[in-house]
């Protein structure tokens, strides 16, 4: 079982296979979503579908959708290959906007 420690760290990736990206998030299919120009994040396609009592979730900013395990924020260049982060795109910013939340229990019914 995955532990999530809710934190966000740089790595360094040794080259963009698809097992390495599904080593270091811990999947077996990934998605793909825009942050920005040239900014993607790399994601567990099957997160959302995971047992909720074991994962993990946050937002990108506060009106994204919601997001689940881990994720990898990388640049594309004007080929659509993976690249390295620009300077300006650093830790902290991305420390910024990440929301880490934990889902309600609250069915509809309770909610009336």
């Known amino acids: 079982m995955t532990k999530f420690t809710q934190t966000i760290t740089e790595v ?3 080259d963009t296979k698809l097992k390495t990206i599904y080593a270091l998030i811990g999947c ?6 825009s942050l ?16 909720s009592e074991n994962q993990a ?7 994204s959708q919601p997001f689940a395990g881990k994720a990898l ?5 004007d080929e659509g ?10 830790v902290e910013k991305i420390s910024d ?3 880490f939340f934990k889902p309600s229990k609250k069915t509809l019914e309770e909610s009336f």
Do not use: Q, R, W
């Open 73 to 77: 924020i990388i640049a594309t260049d």
């Open 97 to 99: 906007k990440v929301i």
């Open 36 to 51: 920005s120009e040239g900014i993607d994040m790399i994601l567990d396609d099957e997160g959302l579908l995971k047992n």
């Open 57 to 63: 979730y946050f937002k990108f900013g506060i009106t």
């Open 28 to 33: 077996e299919l990934i998605t793909i979503t």
């Open 12 to 14: 360094k990736m040794v």
């Open 81 to 90: 290959d993976f690249a390295s982060l620009p300077e300006k795109v650093s």
